[in-house]
């Protein structure tokens, strides 16, 4: 699931269960298919040990080169052997860092966290776990939606979260609505069996109850908010405002400092012409897809039919637009003048 889903665990304090592979000075995940490398806060295990590695998990293509929250850690070393010394593209070489490691074997008995660690030692078994019914993800425990049913939702437990399918949360003395944050937090006993598809695990459910929490499940307290992160900008933009003579058939693009989310653009682009006043009336607003490249943090919005020729267009992205851990981008404005 990690590296199915980087962009959602990119920053984020990640649990797995992995062998390590100690390479000179440089330990990283064994059998990962692309580098994970590991620096440590404690030292791990040698080389072969497996157990529970902790840390925080950051795609090294996604940092900028003078981020100050990294200045603690010389990455030379590993780039040196995993870039040739070079910075690497995104979704190629990650790291955990401020790593800490307990010497484990992988859970046998089925808990919402061993199934979230180990899914391929559970995979098409039946079993029963209890955990904190969480809606319909509606605190983002998971990357991904599963999208199999109206009733879907999502349990968590300990450092653990699967979805459930094929029950709709509700019996004796219990309705519960996946949609409703009000109705969170209940703990369940869900039946039924293990099941993957790509990286997404679930249960396919054929039972659910209302539990006791676990003697072992951590008591929920309200810390103080952490700071938020800096808010998203608009750093570049293909016209630049104000722009004249811009070519009708070219794509306008708007770059962002930081990883938006692609959903939150969605319905949120305007594109109009604006009449001078005085003048005729402007033309019909033109027909175009509005498309987020991640690898870029930009939007590219294309045109169905070049645009009309010497007409001022005004580009606008509504407020509602969010990065992935829900900062907000300031309502932006983009004109220029096209040319004939």
């Given at each position: ?34 580098p994970?490398y590991?620096?440590w ?36 070393r ?15 070489v ?34 029963k ?11 983002g ?47 369940v ?32 307290v ?64 033109p ?16 045109f ?17 637009i ?19």
């Open positions: 699931m990690l590296l199915g889903s980087t962009v959602f665990f990119h920053g984020r304090s990640v649990a797995l269960h992995q062998k390590l592979l100690v390479e000179g000075d440089l330990t990283r995940l064994a059998n990962a298919p692309k994970i590991v620096l806060k404690d030292r791990g295990g040698g080389d072969g040990a497996e157990g529970q590695v902790r840390g925080e998990f950051w795609d090294l293509g996604r940092l900028e080169s003078g981020d100050g929250r990294f200045a603690g850690y010389d990455f030379t590993l780039l040196e052997v995993a870039s040739r010394g070079r910075r690497p593209a995104r979704d190629q990650f790291v955990i860092l401020g790593a800490t490691f307990t010497p484990a074997e992988i859970p046998r008995t089925p808990t919402v966290r061993a199934i979230a660690l180990a899914p391929q030692r559970f995979a098409d078994q039946t079993v776990v209890i955990g904190r019914f969480k809606g319909r993800n509606l605190y425990d998971l990357p991904q939606p599963l999208a199999k049913g109206k009733w879907d939702f999502v349990i968590q437990s300990a450092e653990g979260a699967l979805w459930v399918t094929g029950v709709r949360p509700r019996g004796k003395d219990f309705d519960l609505d996946p949609g409703k944050r009000v109705d969170t937090g209940r703990w006993e869900v039946t039924g069996v293990v099941k993957q598809e790509g990286a997404t695990t679930y249960l396919d459910a054929t039972a659910i109850a209302l539990a006791a929490a676990p003697e072992d499940a951590p008591v929920e309200m810390l103080p908010d952490a700071p938020p992160a800096p808010a998203p900008e608009v750093i570049f933009s293909a016209p630049v405002e104000d722009d004249t003579d811009v070519n009708r058939a070219s794509p306008v693009r708007i770059q962002f400092s930081v990883d938006m989310d692609p959903k939150s653009i969605r319905d949120r682009v305007r594109v109009t012409y604006v009449g001078r006043e005085g003048g005729p009336s402007p033309p019909p607003p027909v175009f897809t509005a498309t987020y490249l991640d690898a870029s943090r930009a939007v590219e919005i294309k169905a039919q070049p645009l009309a020729p010497f007409q001022q267009v005004k580009v606008e992205l509504l407020e509602g969010s990065t992935l851990d829900r900062q907000l981008l300031k309502p932006f404005t983009l004109t220029f003048l096209t040319g004939r």
